[in-house]
């Protein structure tokens, strides 16, 4: 049974910084491509960065500079450091699982609360 556990979120300040960690198991993660999405207050989820199984990454164009996706595969664990946080950062951040040419995440963790004050 697949299962991603993100951790990590929690309440910061605007400018502050947060490091998000999801943590699989069920799955490898090399041969994953592993991403960051999110869902803020009344909005629709939406990607955020993603790393490909080789290692390739790609950013939310809000988020370039600011986020940084990677991943550990010996401890089969993806991060997303987040720095410079606004408060419109804040949402649900959900870690998902696919194969690098999937069109749509197999797996989905249950989330983790970020909220970013002003």
């Known amino acids: 049974q697949v299962q991603l556990v993100e951790s990590g979120g929690g309440l910061v300040q605007a400018g502050g910084s947060l490091r998000l960690s999801c943590a699989a198991s069920g799955l490898t993660v090399m041969h994953y491509a592993m991403g960051w999405y999110r869902q803020g207050p009344g909005k629709e989820r939406e990607y955020v960065a993603v790393?490909?199984?080789?290692?390739?990454?790609y950013y939310q164009d809000s988020v370039k500079g600011r986020f940084t996706i990677s991943r550990d595969n010996p401890q089969n664990t993806v991060y997303l450091q987040m720095n410079s946080l606004k408060p419109e950062d804040t949402a649900v951040y959900y870690c998902?699982?696919?194969?690098?040419?999937?069109?749509?995440?197999?797996?989905w963790g249950q989330g983790t609360q970020v909220t970013v004050s002003s």
């Open positions: 790393s490909m199984s080789g290692g390739i990454t």
């Open positions: 998902a699982a696919r194969f690098d040419s999937d069109n749509h995440y197999r797996h």
